[in-house]
């Protein structure tokens, strides 16, 4: 076994950077070649129904079966002039990554031969045979089949022969058995709801668009190292491993010259994303050795969802043929950084303003101001859902450890904003004890100009302001970001609800009210967004946090604060099925209780799999690796002593093997312990095994297999450290972390 460690060394170390054809083309020019947007669109269908696609696409019109038909010829003629034979339903169901089932295009003609066929129907609707994705028992209770639908704002693409079709994944009764079906479901809510507020500033807004910019890091390593890791292959993270003696102290990986094999990997990657419209942006080193970053420019948010996923598996492929694995979990390596995924989320008018950013005028500016607050009136109201939203039993290892960022969802605005929200809130003294008209018409022109100071940021901040932008930085690097964004969008889309009833409510208050009718120089409107918004000031107030999130105090201050600072992964999912939540999702439409339900069940049965399949590979490497290893180098060690006392008179003999002695007893200790706390595990799996609720489940697997597995690594890496290096079976941290 240890040859194999070696063997692998040995070919990782062998191995050259791939030659990365580059086209003679700009990247402009073959971006989106293998997208079927609406260039091509307007090339392959004609006029009629490349306008009706683009009203569907635009304004979701309805989409009739006739011009459903007319796409599919045209998309379908399009992709044969592409080499593709087969079509596929793309769709993201609950467990991580992508879902798809081929189809070629032939047909019977009826004559004994085949035809092309490829309609409309086809298009639009499929079953695949469904039974097999997780559905927290929706499909037993309510109807056993499953349909996909096509989704005809995400444009279709081409990967190899097939032509792929962005879908949402449905039960026949019309639940959601994916991310996708609620995404959309809440993008249209705070585009209503938010709409709705910028008609108060301008009454030509006619659709408000969520933008997300996702920021994807993740780990190399090497192929072969990779595979003499079962616990990597199996779990995606290392279940055992003593530090490096160099990890990252130096800080010297970050922004450092891109190692080469890794330049080609990415220049491979970027090329195959660009053809894929996917805008790819930067790239660079990340703080940890063997860390690296991909960002693109951002983009609708149902599009950047899509956008993320499809590059989560195409940089997998890219990886291996370069001899590298991409790690895409949130910690595969104890005690240097995880990997995260940014979540940079805006909002924005068809009328091309972006309104998480200042303006320039004192009315722009209350209107970012309404917005900013707006934002956090529902991270606020809803910080436990967040959190629940960006939670798995992968990223618990990320949350609340020592970097970015901690368990409890909080905001960080800068100084300026918040100073900016200060003196709005101030205000409302003023106003109140200069009794209305001329302490009303000094609030606002004293409104400034807001140049945000782009370094003024918060690392340590799960949900940070920057300048034009929040940016959600706790989602994982391995979640599907529809999550996070169906929470999001969904808590500011009722913020904003909530804020239009109530100034509504305000503007006829002081319609009636004389004191305000004439003479403020602002209208009745003006003054019943500056009442509210003040409210919401002081309302959402705990959830800004401008200190130093990693500390212990702020733990204890956020529960002051009452802000939802649990940490168990299974129970932080409760929150999505508290009354605020199901109220929040039912109100807007994005899910029903029962939908919420079933997707929680999902949740914990995929939390409790999690650790179940990693307390079983560690029990078993442990059992049939390190035992025996650990065992065998003791024995040399004995042999040894028992040498020495045949050469030696006794007392010099034991002078020379005290130190060997020593080690031989505490092999002998760790592997005992080692072999009970095997026991324990193996026991705590079987009581909790019994338990049939899934969630009392994973929160038997969360406090009492979990922890198990931790005491067990303890151990281990203790013995790896004495154990002789020859010896030692699998691919240790410093040549995973360091060969390149
Ligand atoms: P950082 O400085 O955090 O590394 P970048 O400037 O590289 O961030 O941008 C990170 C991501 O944020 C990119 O995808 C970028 O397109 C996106 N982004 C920039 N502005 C906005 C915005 N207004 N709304 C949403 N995403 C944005
Ligand atoms: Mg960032």
């Known amino acids: ?43 392959y269908l004609p006029k009629p129904i490349y306008e009706k696609m683009i009203d569907v696409i635009d304004n979701g019109a309805r989409l009739e079966r006739e011009v459903a038909d007319e796409v599919a010829k045209g998309m379908a003629q399009w992709a044969k002039e592409n080499g593709v034979t087969h079509y596929t339903h793309w769709f993201q169901p609950l467990t991580e990554g992508t879902a798809e089932k081929h189809d070629s295009f032939v047909e019977h003609n009826g004559k004994g031969g085949m035809v092309e066929d490829f ?19 929706i499909r037993s209770t309510f109807e056993a089949r499953g349909y996909s639908a096509w989704d005809p704002t995400s444009p279709v693409f081409i990967i190899d022969d097939t032509l792929c079709i962005p879908t949402v994944f449905i039960s026949y009764s019309g639940e959601a058995l994916d991310y996708k079906a609620p995404l959309l479901r ?7 709801a938010a709409t709705e507020v910028c008609r108060y500033f301008d009454p030509e807004v006619k659709k408000v668009t969520s933008n997300l910019g996702w920021e994807q890091e993740y780990f190399l390593v090497d192929d072969s190292l990779y595979s003499a890791r079962p616990d990597l292959m199996l779990t995606g993270r290392t279940l055992m491993g003593h530090d490096s003696a160099k990890n990252q102290q130096m800080d010297d990986h970050y922004f450092g010259t891109i190692p080469d094999r890794v330049q080609a990997f990415m220049k491979d990657l970027e090329i195959q994303a660009l053809e894929l419209g996917i805008p790819c942006k930067t790239r660079h080193n990340e703080v940890a050795p063997n ?88 991270v606020y109201r809803h910080n436990g859902l967040l959190k629940a939203s960006i939670m798995s039993a992968t990223n618990a290892h990320r949350l609340g450890a020592n970097e970015a960022p901690p368990a409890i969802v909080s905001s960080f605005l800068g100084t300026q904003v918040s100073e900016f929200l200060d003196h709005i809130e101030r205000a409302d003294s003023d106003q109140l004890s200069l009794a209305g008209k001329q302490g009303m018409k000094m609030d606002i022109p004293e409104i400034p100009e807001l140049l945000i100071d782009q370094t003024d940021r918060n690392r340590t901040s799960p949900f940070a302001f920057t300048g034009n932008r929040f940016e959600f930085r706790a989602v994982g690097s391995e979640a599907n970001c529809a999550s996070a964004m169906i929470a999001l969008n969904s808590a500011v889309a009722e913020a904003l609800v909530s804020f239009k009833k109530r100034v509504d409510t305000r503007i006829e208050e002081i319609a009636d009210d004389p004191k305000f009718a004439e003479g403020t120089g602002h209208t009745a409107k003006f003054h019943a967004i500056i009442d509210i918004l003040r409210q919401d000031i002081t309302t959402c107030k705990p959830i800004r946090f401008n200190g130093n999130g990693y500390s212990d105090e702020w733990v204890e201050e956020a529960g002051h604060r009452e802000l939802d600072t649990e940490k168990s992964c299974p129970r932080i999912f409760e929150n999505y099925l508290n009354k605020e939540s199901v109220e929040m999702f039912e109100s807007l439409g994005v899910m029903t209780r029962k939908e919420l339900e079933a997707r929680n069940e999902v949740k914990w049965e995929t939390y409790t799999k999690k650790i179940q399949i990693e307390a079983r590979v560690l029990g078993d490497l442990t059992m049939n690796h390190i035992i025996p290893v650990a065992t065998r180098y003791q024995s040399q060690l004995l042999v040894n002593v028992e040498n020495m006392n045949s050469v030696f008179p006794i007392d010099k003999a034991e002078r020379l093997s005290a130190r060997n002695v020593k080690i031989i007893e505490e092999i002998a200790e760790r592997t005992s312990t080692i072999e009970r706390q095997v026991e324990e595990l193996v026991n705590a799996r079987k009581v909790a095994n019994k338990i049939g609720d899934e969630h009392a489940k994973a929160i038997a697997y ?35 972390l360091f060969i390149r």
Not at 186 to 191: D, I
Not at 334 to 350: E, F, Q, R, V
Not at 711 to 728: G, N, P, S, T
Request: with cysteine; proline share 6%; aromatic share 10%.
């Open 291 to 378: 860390q690296f970053e991909l960002a693109p420019i951002f983009e609708e948010t149902n599009l950047a969802v899509d956008h993320n996923m499809l590059l989560m598996s195409l940089m997998k492929k890219v990886a291996r043929k370069h001899g590298f694995r991409a790690l895409l979990h949130e910690k595969p390596f104890a005690g240097i950084n995880g990997s995260g995924k940014h979540n940079n989320w805006s909002l924005s008018t068809d009328t091309g303003t972006l309104l998480h950013a200042p303006g320039k005028t004192p009315e722009q500016n209350l209107r970012f101001a309404v917005f900013i607050v707006e934002t956090l009136m529902g």
């Open 1 to 43: 076994m240890a040859n194999l460690r070696f063997h692998a060394v040995k070919e990782a170390l062998s191995r050259k950077p791939l030659e990365v054809k580059i086209s003679e083309e700009r990247p402009y020019e073959y971006f989106g070649r293998k997208v079927f947007n609406r260039e091509r669109m307007y090339k």
């Open 186 to 192: 809440a993008l249209h809510a705070v585009n209503v």
């Open 702 to 736: 969360h406090d009492t297999v979990a922890p198990k597995m931790e005491e067990i690594r303890y151990q281990i890496d203790k013995l790896e450290f004495i154990v002789d290096d020859a010896c030692w079976p699998l691919p240790k941290y410093r040549e995973l």
């Open 119 to 137: 309609s409309g129907k086809l298009l639009v609707q499929q079953e695949p045979d469904a039974s097999s994705f997780p559905n927290g028992g």
